[in-house]
């Protein structure tokens, strides 16, 4: 779905970056992505390739690290990484205080380049 | 050798979407980004609110459709000026697409304008078009756990709107399950329960559009 325009920016930011860098060539894009940035990795990964093919970026090494959910509790303040298995609505009670409601995000919806491989000749 | 970078891969489309936000706060005008999945209602709430509020509002909308022109035509039939978006089957609209869309309209002749996104609950909601607030469409003939299995949209909308209500007789759909979940993802958001259909529960989604507008404008 939006993997392949996210997947350009993606490329777009690496060709920047490389252009500062005359003569220098990318082996692995390293990008980070929060739970909650809905980036499905196959998808991504498919869309990197397909953009590639063909080109100086070919074959480039997609890793991908993912940010879990981290929540702020509203009624006492502590913060806690929500377990995976849904218990059904609500939704994350706090672990120390059990509220449910109101929290705040405190990481989930990152999606960011956080460094690439290069190689110069 | 390692470079490290730390660059938002949605950067060019904040940087236009603040541009976009500049532009739409000169001109005084509430805009809304209005989510949900295919056929919920998005375009059958417009028709309404665009007839109803007719005396009220001068609104515009700005359709994003995959392939055809069907939402554009049925908003322009109210007599509003509808701006229409091909996204070319893809599945969201984005802030150069919105950028563009607005060579056709007068920001200053505009109270409010709507941005009718494509029908999908995920990618829309990453992508900011400049909008004030995102408005999460849900109707009563999807499963009640949709806030559940898409929390990014409920977390961000700034007011999520139950559609369909004169359904609710013939479909399992549990409103208060639905509003809990809605409500643990966003303690502040407003839920609406309307009916495009027989009306009901309008007022209250025009209450709160007179809201957002009237705090917008306050700043
Ligand atoms: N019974 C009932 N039907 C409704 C209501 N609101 C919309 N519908 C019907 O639901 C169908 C889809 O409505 P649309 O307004 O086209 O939905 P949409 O979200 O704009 O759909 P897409 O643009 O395709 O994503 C239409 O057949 C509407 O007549 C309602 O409140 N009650
Ligand atoms: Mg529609
Ligand atoms: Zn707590």
């Known amino acids: 779905m939006h993997e392949m325009s996210i997947a350009q920016s993606l490329l777009a930011l690496v060709e920047q970056e490389l252009q500062l860098r005359p003569g220098s060539r990318c082996t692995v894009i390293r990008v980070t992505h929060g739970a909650l940035a809905n980036l499905v990795p196959e998808a991504f990964e498919l869309a990197v390739e397909a953009l590639t093919i063909g080109g100086p970026m070919q074959g480039v090494r997609l890793e991908l690290r993912l940010l879990p959910l981290r929540l702020k509790c509203r009624a006492c303040g502590h913060e806690f990484e929500p377990e995976q298995k849904r218990l059904g609505p609500p939704l994350y009670p706090c672990p120390q205080c059990d509220e449910e409601l109101g929290h705040t995000l405190v990481q989930g919806k990152e999606l960011f380049l956080e460094s690439l491989e290069i190689e110069t000749d | 050798m390692e470079i490290p970078v730390i660059r938002n891969l949605l950067e060019a489309n904040e940087r236009e979407a603040n541009t976009l936000r500049t532009r739409f706060a000169q001109a005084g005008v509430l805009v809304l980004n209005l989510i949900s999945s295919p056929g919920s209602g998005k375009t059958s709430l417009l028709e309404r609110?665009?007839?109803?509020?007719?005396?009220?509002?001068?609104?515009?909308?700005?359709?994003?459709?995959?392939?055809?022109?069907?939402?554009?035509?049925?908003?322009?039939?109210?007599?509003?000026?509808?701006?229409?978006?091909?996204?070319?089957?893809?599945?969201?609209?984005?802030?150069?697409?919105?950028?563009?869309?607005?060579?056709?309209?007068?920001?200053?002749?505009?109270?409010?304008?709507?941005?009718?996104?494509?029908?999908?609950?995920?990618?829309?909601?990453?992508?900011d078009v400049g909008e004030d607030a995102k408005v999460a469409i849900l109707s009563v003939t999807e499963g009640d756990d949709k806030p559940e299995k898409y929390p990014r949209l409920f977390q961000e909308a700034k007011a999520a709107v139950i559609n369909k209500i004169d359904l609710l007789p013939y479909v399992d759909f549990d409103v208060a399950k639905a509003s809990a979940q809605a409500r643990a993802l966003n303690a502040t958001a407003a839920i609406l329960q309307v009916s495009c259909r027989s009306g009901e529960g309008l007022d209250s989604w025009y209450a709160w559009l007179d809201a957002a507008l009237a705090a917008k404008r306050k700043g």
Do not use: W
């Not at chain 2, 609110?49 to 554009?72: P, Q, S």
């Not at chain 2, 996204?87 to 941005?115: E, R």
């Open chain 2, 49 to 127: 609110t665009l007839t109803d509020l007719k005396a009220r509002y001068r609104m515009a909308v700005i359709e994003g459709d995959c392939m055809t022109d069907n939402d554009a035509r049925r908003v322009a039939a109210t007599g509003a000026a509808a701006v229409q978006i091909n996204t070319d089957g893809g599945c969201h609209l984005n802030s150069a697409m919105v950028g563009q869309a607005l060579a056709h309209l007068d920001l200053n002749a505009l109270d409010i304008l709507f941005v009718e996104n494509v029908g999908n609950m995920v990618c829309p909601v990453e992508f």
